[in-house]
C-alpha cells in the first residue's frame, strides 16, 4: 500500500455543491462519508507465469483490480496516510 507524504495536511475541498457530494462507504469500517474525503487505494494482482497469462483472456485482465474508499480514521490506523507531528509550544515558567 502506498504511503502517503508526511506530513499529512487535512485539506478537505468540497465539489461543486456542499451536500451533493457523493458518499461513499469506507471499505474497512463500513462508515459512511463523502468521497472528497476518503483515500483512494486501488489493489491487485498480476499473474507472473506466462503460460497462465496466454491462457486467461486479456479482457479479464483488468478485473483483478479493485478501488477501495479508505476513511480518514482506517488510513491513520492502516499507515495509508501518517499524520504530520503537532508542534507544541513549551511553556515557560516566568
Known sequence: ?????????????????????AVVECSFC????????TFIITKGFSISDPTLRKQIDPKYLHTFRRK?????SC???RGIAQPGKSVRKKHREI
Open 30 to 37: 463500513g462508515r459512511r462519508l463523502p468521497r472528497y474525503k
Open 75 to 77: 488510513a491513520r490506523f
Open 1 to 21: 500500500m502506498p504511503v502517503s507524504e508526511a506530513p499529512y495536511k487535512r485539506k478537505y475541498e468540497h465539489t461543486h455543491a456542499r451536500g451533493s457530494e
Open 68 to 72: 477501495y474508499y479508505v476513511c480518514p
